[in-house]
């Protein structure tokens, strides 16, 4: 990044030479954008803690500096692996999948492979699935393929989107094939995800719209 710079891990923070703008709007709960989307969720038929599978990270500073020569750290994730699969538990990870491929989906966040996602529980006992890196945002997407959490059907590229997508995470637990019940249950919430951010757009354009240094930070 940034002309040869790496990113360093230094202790229980990861400096990252590049702007971590997009990283703290996504993966910070005290981000405006978290904060909208979990006060509007208790409001609605969605309900509180629809987005609870995000992380809180820490940012420093924070909130990140903008620009696009700007670098920062963040906390160091850590998680525990999931406990074996119940029937529960299976159900509520197929609606955790669904929300998140929605919600990734409507904000335009892609090179979601499997290497840049984690799974597993935090100190909170929350079942977390997460992106580690923030750095492509507001994309125009035609499909949630694009994300690259699913496979892309395209035959020319269906065996190397296969192995990527991020969504691998999450199958050894769901189960292969995924049962027809928990797959109509993803349906579902990726459906009501996305009506739920199609009501709150116009707020979540607000949040943009008025974040310092939007216009120099790169994607």
């Not at 978290?34 to 006060?39: A, C, N, P």
């Not at 696009?68 to 999948?97: F, T, Y």
């Amino acid at each position: 990044h940034n002309f040869g710079r790496r990113v360093t891990l230094r202790g229980e923070r990861i400096e990252k030479p590049r702007t971590l703008l997009w990283e703290w709007l996504v993966l910070s709960a005290q981000s405006p954008l978290r904060v909208l989307l979990d006060e509007a969720a208790a409001r609605d038929p969605i309900g509180a803690g629809a987005f609870s599978f995000l992380p809180d990270l820490a940012f420093f500073p924070s909130p990140p500096t903008p620009g696009a020569a700007a670098g920062g750290e963040v906390e160091r994730i850590e998680l525990s692996p999931l406990p074996a699969p119940s029937d529960e538990g299976r159900r509520a990870l197929a609606l955790l999948a669904g929300r998140a491929i929605a919600l990734f989906s409507w904000l335009g966040v892609t090179d979601l492979h499997w290497e840049n996602l984690v799974l597993g529980v935090d100190q909170r006992g929350q079942v977390i699935f997460t992106p580690l890196d923030v750095e492509m945002i507001l994309s125009d997407l035609s499909l949630p393929t694009e994300t690259k959490l699913l496979p892309d059907a395209d035959p020319e590229y269906e065996a190397i989107c296969r192995h990527a997508a991020g969504v691998r995470r999450l199958l050894p637990y769901l189960g292969k094939p995924v049962q027809l019940g928990d797959l109509v249950a993803m349906a579902c919430a990726y459906r009501a995800t996305l009506l739920f951010l199609d009501r709150q757009s116009a707020a979540i354009a607000a949040v943009f719209a008025a974040l310092p240094g939007l216009h120099d930070t790169p994607i």
